[in-house]
């Protein structure tokens, strides 16, 4: 291979980066500072509609992430990382540029010279959500525990998000919000009460 290529992760790849990248992995670079902003700003369907962080071009904040240094050449880097983002990981499912066009659609970006690494893959989604404020954040969240897989609710990934210490200008106010609706003082502690309310 004559350039390195990397994934950066700045959200649930960094506690669940998958089979693949993880086969795949030959080093991994940390505090690197995402060069771009990102906020909680899109609802994931994959997610039970549960707030995650993507790329915005308003408000947001810079967060610390990692690279994921990889021992793949760029397109199969870009595979990789698509089929992670989509939940198809394993899969002969191939990243496409052309086709992502559409509103729901994952694009695989390029950052060059980042942190070191020549070529460093990044995952792009839009922003969906119009209310960004805390209450509809917590909503959403909350909503998400009785529909999503266990452990891909938003509770659950917002409390991911700040024990890798990523923070948002919405970040604070959406966990304190959502310990206000749920009258619970910890994020896991609303966990429970909102999984336990399912079970019964």
């Given amino acids: 291979m004559s350039a390195t290529v990397g994934i950066l992760a700045y959200g649930s790849l960094l506690s669940h980066p998958g089979k693949e990248i993880r086969n795949a992995r030959i080093d991994t670079i940390g505090k690197v500072e995402t060069p771009f902003c990102v906020e909680f700003a899109r609802s994931s369907q994959g997610r039970g509609g549960a707030p995650t962080l993507v790329p915005v071009k308003d408000g947001g904040a810079a967060v610390i992430g990692s690279i994921y240094v990889l021992n793949v050449p760029p397109h199969e880097g870009a595979n990789i990382l698509y089929r992670r983002e989509i939940n198809k990981v394993g899969s002969k499912k191939r990243y496409d540029a052309s086709?992502?066009?559409?509103?729901?659609?994952?694009?695989?970006?390029?950052?060059?010279?980042?942190?070191?690494?020549?070529?460093?893959?990044?995952a792009k989604l839009k922003?969906?959500?119009?209310?960004?404020?805390?209450?509809?954040?917590?909503?959403?969240?909350?909503?998400?525990?009785t529909s999503a897989d266990n452990g891909r609710d938003g509770i659950s990934y917002l409390i991911d998000a700040r024990q890798h210490g990523i923070k948002t200008?919405?970040?604070?106010?959406?966990?304190?919000?959502?310990?206000?609706?749920?009258?619970?003082?910890s994020l896991e502690e609303a966990l429970r009460s909102y999984r336990d309310a399912v079970i019964r």
């Avoid at 659609?105 to 942190?115: A, E, I, P, Q």
Wanted: proline content about 5%.
């Fill in 127 to 145: 922003a969906n959500i119009d209310s960004l404020t805390p209450e509809s954040l917590a909503r959403l969240a909350i909503r998400s525990v």
């Fill in 169 to 185: 200008p919405l970040s604070d106010l959406y966990e304190a919000e959502i310990l206000r609706q749920s009258g619970c003082d």
């Fill in 99 to 122: 086709a992502a066009t559409k509103p729901n659609s994952v694009k695989v970006c390029c950052r060059r010279k980042l942190s070191g690494v020549n070529i460093v893959l990044y």
